[in-house]
């Protein structure tokens, strides 16, 4: 657990790729990745079928920062050991919208009150809570999972996930589905067409691709309706909430989401900005500095997801197109919409939830990659 200054909660996050955290975005400054004083860095661990205790160790830390919304004050809390929160199961609710293992998860939250940690974390899945059809909303088994927390007398982070999850068997809403079906360029998509069909492409955020709404209009429906719904528990039972932003609910590309073929390297990963609505932004880009011919897709000498690096000429160490001006025009725009779609989404979450913190994910680069640039710009990060 890495305990950053001022920061008082640590987490316990169900997820299965260990490179993952969390950290607090309030007063987020997203084009500096600045995300302000009170960050909240999370260490995540695998996700499990039934309820399982993770364990983490406490640290003693002197102070810790409190941001107060009713009174906009901040002030300083001794405190003797870290809020530990503890990730419930993935599919705590199921896509058949049911309780996977009440009872397990029941004795499993009387255990962690015993063991004395603060509260659990609870994922809430936009494919099961509005599966059906663009409105319609069931919180049912969602509820009846806050209200056990709240009886324990322990406090609840919940995540809203905006991906689907092939691992829990979650998909995304049907009507989604439906509607990439007709139009599957709704989904990041590589230069050589497949789509990655486990969240919305950045690129439609403004544009009324589900059933004339735009996504943005939907996010903020989910937002305004959970809060609605869930309203005896905010800011007392429910202390926090994360905002899917990307695959896996992280503010990044799908760029590694093929398995590598060679187990001897870590594949480069490739860009997915081939979708028409991404390549018609990109072509109005280029042509706004006056190079329309750099607006017509993007590297052509970039390597393919399970390729090392420097097999092609886009990411070589010395006189890669990576560092040209072209380069540097495409990745910074590249970049830009994933900072944008956070700015978004994020700014959409903060104006409906004014009483709890909002949170997102963020990529962490793992150790032992030769050529880390490649996998961190390819996922949109420079």
């Known amino acids: 657990m890495n305990i950053c200054g001022t920061n008082d909660v640590g987490f316990c996050i169900s997820c299965k790729n260990l490179n993952n955290k969390i950290c607090n975005l309030k007063n987020y400054n997203l084009r500096g990745l600045n995300f302000g004083q009170s960050q909240n860095f999370v260490s995540p661990s695998k996700s499990a079928i039934d309820l399982s205790l993770r364990v983490s160790s406490t640290a003693q830390i002197k102070a810790a920062v409190v941001s107060e919304k009713t009174s906009k004050s901040t002030r300083t809390k001794p405190i003797n050991s870290v809020k530990v929160y503890v990730g419930l199961p993935l599919d705590t609710v199921s896509n058949c919208n049911t309780i996977n293992h009440a009872r397990a998860i029941a004795t499993g939250l009387k255990a962690l009150k015993l063991l004395g940690v603060e509260g659990?974390?609870?994922?809430?899945?936009?494919?099961?809570?509005?599966?059906?059809?663009?409105?319609?909303?069931?919180?049912?088994?969602?509820?009846?999972?806050?209200?056990?927390?709240?009886?324990?007398?322990?406090?609840?982070?919940?995540?809203?996930c905006f991906h689907a999850s092939k691992e829990s068997k979650i998909p995304l809403p049907q009507w989604v589905s439906q509607v990439g079906e007709s139009d599957p360029s709704i989904y990041f998509t590589d230069r050589t067409g497949k789509q990655y069909k486990d969240c919305l492409s950045l690129a439609v955020d403004d544009v009324p691709v589900l059933d004339g709404k735009t996504p943005l209009d939907v996010y903020k429906a989910f937002f305004e309706n959970f809060k609605s719904s869930f309203s005896h528990f905010m800011d007392s039972t429910i202390t926090g909430v994360s905002i899917g932003l990307g695959p896996d609910g992280e503010l990044r590309y799908p760029s590694h989401h093929y398995p590598v073929k060679n187990d001897s390297h870590h594949g480069a990963g490739e860009f997915q900005c081939y979708d028409k609505y991404m390549l018609s932004d990109l072509k109005l880009h280029a042509e706004k500095i006056g190079n329309p011919l750099w607006g017509l897709g993007g590297p052509h000498d970039a390597p393919a997801y399970d390729q090392s690096p420097l097999s092609e000429g886009f990411f070589r160490e010395n006189g890669g197109s990576w560092e040209t001006p072209y380069g540097d025009f495409f990745l910074s725009w590249y970049s830009d919409q994933l900072i944008r779609h956070g700015d978004r989404v994020l700014s959409l979450a903060a104006s409906t939830f004014e009483d709890v913190p909002i949170s997102g994910k963020i990529l962490l680069y793992p150790r032992g990659i030769n050529h880390v640039p490649s996998f961190r710009v390819s996922c949109g990060f420079l």
């Open 120 to 160: 659990v974390e609870l994922p809430i899945w936009w494919g099961i809570a509005e599966k059906e059809a663009m409105g319609k909303y069931n919180w049912t088994n969602y509820l009846a999972i806050v209200e056990m927390v709240e009886k324990l007398g322990l406090k609840l982070h919940v995540s809203l």
